[in-house]
């Protein structure tokens, strides 16, 4: 059975039988965790296994720890500071920012992958540009060019310890006020204007080899009526056309407000595929993503199940021999001197 292009959530941290069948559905791809799914490594280790167990090949599970603000799993876990840090540390200096976010990106991808995760959606790619409270210092810097240098390390680190990068948000939603978990986000900007800053650490990560882009829930009214997750010009055109892009698609969560204008979850499920997502996410919704798989019933893309399939995580990590390993303390290390919050308790 190939992965389907679905990915949704679970209510606990504990599978529950109704979730066991759900996550047998073939139109499911994929499992994202939340806060509420964790307890400690050990709980989330066993129930990634559970998730891994179902199917073959396994579901891609997958959580947001991008450090500061949206980090998922944090007791027993090294706290990961915001990576606008790391564009702090680039101003003042550039080498040593570098190695520093490879490390960084190192540190996150190995703890999750010692307790079964395939995938952290990292690196932000959007650009800092003061307007977006939703971004802020989820974002690397001000500057495209130092937020692609920065990601390409972080993604260079998240590689070496087995895991695919996800930049996210396609085409950047740094320049807009809105948040698109609450309204619909519209940018005025011409397309040149948007190539010419947001879709530059694209470019640049697209070049580098990057895996999967997470699209936004962003219009651009002067360039395409459509929300980017759902228009054929961003994802086949731009994305997959001008820059070159094969990697994975995902869309960002259909149950956002971002996404409301076009249908209910089946329509959006629908609109997304066809515009050009390999996956589409549907979270805190149980109604709505039974009612996606539902409605793309017979749905089959097997250039998009192969794309995915591309994203399992890679070699194993043990989390006691990650505890005991050199590299893991010296991450640990470098993470702490350019975080200025006091560390929480990282025994893994």
């Known amino acids: 059975m190939s992965l389907g ?21 073939p139109l499911v791809g994929g ?53 606008s840090l790391l564009g702090v540390l680039y101003d003042a200096d550039r080498k040593r920012a570098l190695r520093v976010a490879e490390t960084t990106g190192w540190l996150m991808a190995s703890e999750l992958r010692a307790v079964g995760v395939d995938l952290s959606f990292a690196p932000v ?23 692609a240098a920065l990601a390409r390390a972080y993604m260079r680190g998240m590689n070496r310890a087995g895991m695919a990068a996800t ?60 929300p980017a997750g759902f228009s054929a010009f961003w994802l086949k055109e731009v994305l997959r056309g001008r820059l070159g892009f094969q990697g994975a698609v995902f869309s960002d969560d259909l149950s956002m407000e971002g996404a409301a204008g076009v249908g209910d979850c089946a329509a959006r499920a629908h609109a997304a595929l066809h515009a050009g997502c390999d996956m589409v996410l549907v979270c805190n919704n149980r109604e709505g993503a039974i009612q996606v798989l539902d409605g793309l019933r017979g749905h089959r893309d097997p250039a998009s199940a192969l794309r995915l399939a591309r994203l399992h995580g890679r070699h194993a990590v043990d989390r006691a021999a990650l505890r005991q390993d050199p590299a893991w303390a010296d991450a640990v290390r470098q993470v702490q001197e350019y975080d200025p919050a006091p560390l929480l308790d990282m025994d893994l």
């Open 31 to 83: 499992v994202i965790l939340f806060s509420r799914n964790y307890v400690s490594p050990e709980q989330v280790e066993r129930l990634t296994a559970e998730i891994h167990a179902l199917r073959e090949p396994h579901l891609l599970v997958a959580v947001d720890q991008e450090g500061g603000r949206v980090q998922r799993f944090r007791d027993g876990f090294t706290r990961l500071p915001p990576v």
């Open 125 to 147: 790619l959007d650009v800092d540009c003061g307007v977006s409270t939703v971004i802020g210092d989820r974002a690397f810097h001000r500057d495209p060019e130092v937020v």
């Open 167 to 226: 930049g996210k948000h396609f085409p950047g939603h740094g320049r807009v006020c809105a948040d698109s978990h609450l309204a619909l986000p519209v940018d005025e900007r011409l397309y040149e204007d948007v190539y010419l800053t947001d879709i530059v650490p694209f470019e640049r990560m697209i070049h580098y080899g990057l895996p999967a882009v997470m699209v936004a829930h962003i219009v651009y009214p002067r360039i395409d009526p459509n």
């Open 5 to 25: 292009p679905v990915m949704i959530d679970l209510l606990g941290p504990e599978l529950l039988p109704e979730e066991r069948e759900l996550l047998r559905h």
